[in-house]
Nanobody
Framework: QVQLVESGGGLVQPGGSLRLSCAAS????????MGWFRQAPGKEREFVAAIRWRGVTTYYADSVKGRFTISRDNAKKTVYLQMNSLKPDDTAVYYC?????????????????WGQGTQVIVSS
């Protein structure tokens, strides 16, 4: 059974940092591309970042480029999202997702499995 479990969310002040983790189980993690998406209250889910199987190629939304870094550890079956210089607009529930067959990697429809999400609140 596929499981994706996010952790690391919380309340942080503007300008602060958080590191999200997503632990995977129930599938061959190293064969899947992984992505992070987020959904703010009253807004649609949006792409944040994605990483290919080997961890060499990454993709970012323009809104987080230069502030967020996605990485993965295939041995630990975990994908991370390092978030720096956080802004109130980054407040959202963050979801990780797994994709076996990838295209742009920026559409949620490409992803096969999703975690339950972790809340990030950026506020003073």
């Amino acid at each position: 059974q596929v499981q994706l479990v996010e952790s690391g969310g919380g309340l942080v002040q503007p300008g602060g940092s958080l590191r999200l983790s997503c632990a995977a189980s129930g599938f061959t993690f190293s064969r899947y591309a992984m992505g992070w998406f987020r959904q703010a209250p009253g807004k649609e889910r949006e792409f944040v970042a994605a990483i290919r199987w080997r961890g060499v190629t990454t993709y970012y939304a323009d809104s987080v480029k230069g502030r967020f870094t996605i990485s993965r550890d295939n041995a630990k079956k975990t994908v991370y999202l390092q978030m720096n210089s956080l802004k109130p607009d980054d407040t959202a529930v963050y979801y990780c997702a797994a994709a076996l067959n990838i295209g742009t990697m920026k559409s949620g429809y490409e992803y096969d499995d999703w975690g339950q999400g972790t809340q990030v609140i950026v506020s003073s």
